[in-house]
């Protein structure tokens, strides 16, 4: 795992903001330390600003305030040809006149290397991405996986400490996504480079990062490992935004210490939850358990509190069962359980108990 | 082809599918008739604009290289000729340079007034020749420019910048502009950016825009008129020239030259074209 350390930190945003017209900032007050070697993906909604952050990173945009550092010198006025930053871009951006072995020798060129010397990086960079047998096709003779393999040789063959992906799977299909995914990880964990992943794609997010950084609304709103970020979501939004979530509205109506107990609005049952950031008694707050953390007649102990459920439906989805429930007032409330041997299937129409141990219930923003 | 009706047309759509296949027929003669006379007409053996009875019977003896002989043979023709390949050249690199340039800055969307400064630069093949033409002259004329062969030059670039702006902006429509942030990316400056990234891939574009240059400047008469003196008289002034004062038949041998030239000069660059878009893999095939 990378250093986090802002000591010593490869890539810095210090306090940058970001607006195209003078009045809204796209990007509002960015801090962010990217360790060397560290896999860190931004992830948010579009416009949400990750795209920006990208683009200033590799200079096709200025920063309207702030500092950006890449290895302790700041590079806000270095134009982009000069900063040696690697990046993949979403359509691919393959020179279409060009063979592939002349794309990934265009970098090479720039550098002036000799004409072996090229050869044999070319060679080892395709090598590394299964493509070795492509150098003299053209780009529009290959398939869209291909081309992105291409892409990601052409940013790796001048061997740059930082990559920039921009969404670089974003076109292609489900498998063929998953293969990349990685693919891309194998080869930036090989090589120990620094890569900066954006995507809107959470699963992608989880399944490839270090660590994740959700925007939204111009700022991170939580910096974490992908566990942690699933896990301990710090507000409503990440909680909504990174898996699937069920959320129930209430008032904080005791709270002591690392305990609460919410009532909820719809129908004054109580729960208990864990305060995350709900601070006084009578707060609002949105309560958010992930749906496969929720236990059916629960014995959780003798104060703990229960919620009385009404079955809706049963979904059969092969490895995993999801019930949807009436839970106070709301009818989309949803618990994923395992396809166990034991594992109880409900018919609709049922009435059961669900409870949850109070950490896996978390208080959030309202 | 959609010239086949299908079965259920009703009598209307018939005749009017008829009348359409007549008037297309029609346009198509109006347009190309006047060019293809003067073919055969410019074999004539006598002095004549006009079809000669033994013309019509095809009698071999009323039919001659003559005029085309003359052409080759006379000196104002010849001098002439020499004046147009020096001129359209020379003001077709010209146009194509700057129409090029401009047409990259004007694809830019930070430049501000773009609208403004295309509308004035397209000016030349809007505004009417004759105007353009009178200006030129007294322009060319205060800064001594009137009637020498740069002058002529200038005039004729000026008119062939707006062909080469238009075929070049449209080609930039279709240009991905992550192209050339990718070729910053892998550390290309501007410069290599420009020749070694973009230029290939407008190429098709600035060699259409180019072969409108020179075809302009190549059949040119009006601006020649005002802003040329005698010593760069063009083929089409010369042309002018000889259909009032010589009414001499060799102005039909010159256009049927003038005709094949732009013909094969069309197909040529269209080829070209073609094989550059087919190489840079912009159209299947």
Not at chain 1, 221 to 249: H, M
Not at chain 2, 125 to 153: E, H, K
Not at chain 2, 173 to 181: C, H, M, Q
């Amino acid at each position: 795992m990378a250093s986090t350390d802002s000591s010593t930190a490869f890539v810095e945003f210090d306090r940058v903001q970001k607006s195209y017209d003078g009045e809204t900032l796209v990007v509002k007050d960015l801090n962010l330390s990217i360790g060397k070697g560290e896999f860190l993906t931004m992830l948010g909604p579009s416009g949400s600003g990750k795209t920006t952050c990208l683009m200033m990173l590799a200079g096709f945009e200025t920063a309207t305030h702030g500092e950006i550092r890449l290895d302790g010198k700041e590079i806000n006025n270095i134009p982009p040809h000069k900063r040696g930053i690697g990046m993949v871009f979403q359509n691919y951006a393959l020179f279409p006149h060009m063979t592939v072995a002349e794309n990934l020798s265009f970098p090479l060129e720039v550098r002036k290397l000799g004409k072996s010397e090229r050869e044999q990086k070319i060679k080892r960079a395709l090598d590394m991405v299964q493509m070795g047998s492509f150098g003299g096709r053209r780009p529009t003779q290959l398939s869209g996986g291909q081309q992105q393999r291409i892409a990601l040789a052409r940013a790796l063959v001048f061997e740059p400490e930082l990559v920039l992906m921009d969404e670089p799977l974003g076109a292609l299909d489900k498998q063929l996504r998953e293969t990349l995914q990685f693919e891309i990880t194998r080869v930036a964990h090989d090589l120990g480079i620094t890569v900066v992943y954006v995507t809107h794609d959470q699963t992608e997010a989880l399944t490839m990062s270090d660590r994740v950084a959700v925007f939204d609304d111009g700022r991170i709103q939580q910096l974490a490992a992908p566990d942690t970020l699933y896990e301990q979501p710090q507000n409503s939004f990440v909680a909504q935004f990174i898996g699937e979530n069920n959320t129930l509205r209430g008032k904080v109506a005791k709270l002591s210490g690392d305990h609460c107990v919410v009532r909820l609005d719809e129908t004054g049952e109580e729960i208990d939850a864990l305060p995350v950031n709900v601070t006084r008694e009578g707060d609002e707050t949105l309560v958010s358990i992930r749906p496969e953390r929720v236990e059916f007649n629960p014995e959780l102990g003798p104060d703990a509190h229960t919620l009385t459920a009404e079955v809706l439906e049963f979904i059969y989805m092969g490895d995993v069962f999801r019930t949807r429930l009436k839970v106070a007032g709301r009818d989309d409330f949803i618990v994923k359980t395992r396809n166990r041997a034991d594992q109880t299937r409900f018919a609709p129409g049922q009435k059961i108990q669900i409870g949850w141990l109070p950490q896996d219930c978390r208080a959030l923003d309202p | 082809m959609s010239i086949e009706l299908p079965p259920y047309a009703s009598t209307g759509q018939k005749v009017w599918h008829y009348a359409y296949l007549v008037i297309c027929g029609l346009i198509f003669f109006f347009l190309i008739a006047p060019i293809l006379i003067i073919i055969p007409l410019s074999f004539n053996a006598e002095n004549f604009f006009t079809f000669t009875p033994g013309m019509l019977s095809f009698d071999a003896d009323a039919y001659s290289l003559r005029h085309y002989r003359d052409f080759f043979t006379n000196p104002d023709w010849q001098q002439a000729l020499w004046n147009s390949v020096r001129i359209a050249p020379v003001a077709t690199l010209i146009s194509v340079s700057l129409g090029t340039l401009a047409a990259v800055g004007l694809s830019q969307s930070h430049v501000p007034f773009r609208g403004a400064i295309m509308a004035i630069l397209i000016s030349p093949m809007i505004v009417p020749l004759i105007i353009s033409a009178a200006g030129m002259y007294f322009f060319y004329s205060r800064i001594g420019l009137q009637g020498t062969y740069v002058g002529v030059t200038l005039a004729h670039a000026a008119l062939g910048i707006p062909f080469v702006i238009i075929t070049v902006t449209a080609t930039l429509v279709g240009f991905d502009k992550s192209l050339t942030r990718a070729s910053a990316n892998l550390g290309a400056g501007p410069l290599r950016t420009f020749f070694k990234i973009q230029m290939p891939l407008i190429l098709p574009g600035v060699i259409s825009g180019g072969l409108f240059a020179f075809i302009t400047s190549f059949d040119e008469v009006v601006v020649v008129i005002f802003v040329g003196s005698a010593n760069q008289q063009t083929l089409p002034w010369q042309m002018f020239i000889g259909l009032r004062e010589q009414i001499s038949p060799t102005i039909l041998a010159v256009a049927t030259i003038l005709v094949v030239i732009s013909i094969v000069l069309l197909s040529v660059v269209e080829i070209l074209r073609r094989r550059s878009e087919k190489l840079r893999g912009m159209s299947p095939g």
